[in-house]
């Protein structure tokens, strides 16, 4: 456990608050940063089906999971061993039985299983085999509870909030590591190599970890595209453009940053683009403060770039914290057209306005701490292009 037995208490009242709210009494966890989140859960066991049962009525959730994997379970969550409940191997990838048996049968164990049960339908862990499982084990279908407890980690206590300014220690490294890196004659690949080397070693005393995305670092022709990494056969060479996003995690907290790298005398389309983006970032860090709607953060970014010409027709950015592979951001707030949600102080984003166009990309991106009095940059580092 990361974090003292208040914090836990205090996450779960929320979450079961918000389960009260919508009618919900039995909430089934499958999300590993969100089982992390709520009891502090750390293995790398989410290749099989595991997760949590959160009832109204248990004073703490009910951790199942393979039974290999329940000795993790007791390390790594404040749980009591009673809490703790592993099935048997004959569960695992086995086409005639599936864990959701398992765990309907634990429903009726503990007297919940006529409860109104919900899941986290819409997320990588929870299949279509989970939800059929369930509901013919159950006799009703699973309510959807897609988001639930990712929308009660938005904003973030003190103690996260030290986390990630860890991890924006460790991904200033990390950025610093990939700059050095990408020189002429440099094979890509040792590069991404120095890049883990930081992301694993940390810096200035935060300990570093595994992000959950791997290095984004593609060159040339390659950065029109937003998530492609290295060419493990090839070397930079003089007139490179190359995009790097990557990562700092802190006990698994992200920090997450873009820069763009050009080995020579940057283009002037490059340098155009530059600017456009440059002006938006200013802009939008400058409005950016409690009390604005997501949608019109990312109105203000569309405003100060429209005299440029560039077009950004994806999200401008997106909530952070906590997180396991595929993806570090939450999967809450989107800086876009039609989102809604009020920025309070204590929310993560990532302001990441990357511009792909069919022969080039620039990326420069903010990883920032909504303020009481607007928002703090988590990261020191220069915004315009990088040319070692």
């Known amino acids: 456990m990361n974090f ?66 329940g000795n993790g379970a007791r390390l790594t969550t404040y749980l009591a061993p009673g809490s703790i409940r592993p099935y048997e191997d004959g569960y695992v990838q086995n086409p005639q039985r599936h864990p959701m048996s398992f765990v309907a049968g634990l429903l009726r164990e503990l007297g919940l299983d006529r409860k109104a049960v919900a899941a986290e339908a819409d997320n990588y862990w929870y299949t279509a085999k989970c939800q059929a499982t369930l509901a013919r084990e159950l006799g009703r279908e699973p309510l959807d509870a897609t988001g639930l407890v990712n929308w009660c980690r938005l904003v973030k206590s003190p103690a996260e909030i030290g986390f990630l300014k860890k991890a924006a220690l460790v991904c200033q490294g990390v950025m610093r590591a990939a700059v050095d890196n990408v020189r002429p004659g440099r094979l890509e690949r040792e590069a991404a190599a120095e890049v883990y080397r930081a992301c694993l070693l940390g810096a200035d005393g935060a300990s570093g970890d595994h992000p959950a995305i791997f290095p984004i670092m593609p060159s040339n022709e390659r950065t029109s595209c937003a998530h492609l990494g290295w060419d493990p056969g090839r070397a930079y060479a003089s007139g490179d453009l190359v995009l790097l996003e990557l990562c700092g995690v802190h006990l698994r907290y992200h920090c997450p940053l873009s820069r763009t790298v050009f080995l020579g005398r940057p283009p002037e389309k490059l340098r155009h683009v530059e600017k456009a983006v440059l002006s938006g ?11 604005v709607l997501a949608e019109e953060v990312e109105a203000r970014w569309r405003e100060a770039t429209a005299p440029y010409g560039v077009v950004k027709p994806s999200r401008l950015g997106y909530s952070i914290g906590a997180s ?65």
């Open 324 to 388: 396991y592979v595929p993806d570090w951001g939450e999967r809450t707030v989107s800086l876009r057209p039609g989102d809604g949600t009020v920025l309070q102080a204590g929310m993560a984003l990532h302001v990441m306005p990357g511009i792909w166009e069919d022969d080039l990309g620039f990326e420069s991106s903010e990883p920032i701490l909504v303020t009481e009095g607007g928002c703090e940059p988590l990261v020191s580092f220069p915004r315009g292009i990088l040319t070692p």
């Open 281 to 291: 970032v200013e802009a939008v860090l400058g409005f950016i403060r409690p009390g």
């Open 4 to 69: 003292g037995l208040d914090e836990y208490a205090e996450r779960l009242q929320k979450v079961k608050d918000s389960m009260s709210s919508r009618g919900i009494e039995i909430l089934i966890v499958s999300d590993p940063s969100n089982m992390h989140w709520l009891t502090g859960y750390d293995g790398w066991s989410f290749y099989v089906h595991q997760g949590l049962l959160v009832s109204l009525d248990l004073p703490e959730p009910v951790w199942w999971g393979r039974g290999m994997d």
